[in-house]
C-alpha cells in the first residue's frame, strides 16, 4: 500500500508552547488528509479534513484557533498543537487519501504528552 | 444519526476461525473499510467492500450485504499476532469515514 509518513513519532512538551506534527504522502499525491485524536481505549476521534490550497473543515468542538491545520502541497499536512495543556495529551493520527472512492492510509501517529 | 456497532470485544483460539461483525446506518454509502490496529499503533488497511459479496485476501475474508447494513471480517488460521482491535468504517454521502469504536480481539494458545 501507499506509505504516509507521520513525524515525529513522539513530543514531550511544556504547557503553554507549540507543537508541530508533519504527515507527508510519499508516494501519491494526497488530495484529502485527515487529523484523528484517540484517547487510550477509545476510538478514533476526527477532528479535521483538509483538502489541499483550502481550508480545513472542522469537527463539531474541534478548536480552529488551537489546532491549526495547513495543507499546502499534495503531499504535506501540518497540525500545530497552539498553547498545549496537559488535557491535549493524546495520541494523534494523520491519514491520506488520493482520491474520493479510495482508501485512506495512516501515518504511524505522534504520541504527545504535554507537562 | 449515523451509526456503527461492532462488538467490544471478543475472544478466540489460536489455529481457529473468528467472524467480527459490523452494522452500520449512515447518510449513504460509498464502501466499507476495516482496520486492524494494534495497541499504540496507528490502523493499517485491511479491506475495502463496495459491492456486495466477499472479498478474500489471504487469511482475511471481508463481507458486504448493501440492504442489510451489515459486514463482517473473517479471519483465518488466527495466530498470536492478530490480537488486535478491529475497526470497522463506512464512507458517507460526502466522502467522510464514520468509525466504529473498534472490536478488541483476544487471542489465547
Known amino acids: 500500500g501507499a506509505v504516509v509518513s507521520q513525524h515525529p513519532s513522539w513530543v514531550i512538551c511544556k504547557s503553554g508552547t507549540s507543537v508541530k506534527i508533519e504527515c507527508r504522502s510519499l508516494?501519491?499525491?494526497?488530495?484529502?488528509m485527515f487529523w484523528y485524536r484517540q484517547f487510550p481505549k477509545q476510538s478514533l476521534m476526527l477532528m479535521a479534513t483538509s483538502n489541499e490550497g483550502s481550508k480545513a473543515t472542522y469537527e463539531q468542538g474541534v478548536e480552529k484557533d488551537k489546532f491549526l491545520i495547513n495543507h499546502a502541497s499534495l503531499t504535506l499536512s501540518t497540525l500545530t498543537v497552539t498553547s498545549a495543556h496537559p488535557e491535549d495529551s493524546s495520541f494523534y493520527i494523520c491519514?491520506?487519501?488520493?482520491?474520493?472512492?479510495?482508501?485512506?492510509?495512516f501515518g504511524q501517529g505522534t504520541r504527545l504528552t504535554v507537562v | 444519526g449515523q451509526n456503527i456497532d461492532q462488538p467490544t470485544e471478543m475472544t478466540a483460539t489460536e489455529g481457529a476461525i473468528v467472524q467480527i461483525n459490523c452494522t452500520y446506518q449512515t447518510s449513504g454509502f460509498n464502501g466499507l473499510f476495516w482496520y486492524q490496529q494494534h495497541a499504540g499503533e496507528a490502523p493499517t488497511f485491511l479491506s475495502y467492500?463496495?459491492l456486495d459479496g466477499l472479498e478474500e485476501k489471504g487469511r482475511f475474508s471481508s463481507f458486504l450485504s448493501r440492504s442489510k447494513g451489515y459486514s463482517y471480517l473473517l479471519l483465518k488460521e488466527l495466530q498470536m499476532k492478530d490480537s488486535a482491535s478491529y475497526l470497522c468504517a463506512v464512507m458517507d454521502s460526502n466522502y467522510q469515514l464514520i468509525w466504529g469504536a473498534g472490536t478488541k480481539l483476544i487471542i489465547k494458545p
Open positions: 508516494d501519491f499525491q494526497a488530495t484529502t
Open positions: 467492500n463496495v
Open positions: 491519514s491520506a487519501r488520493g482520491g474520493h472512492d479510495t482508501e485512506a492510509f
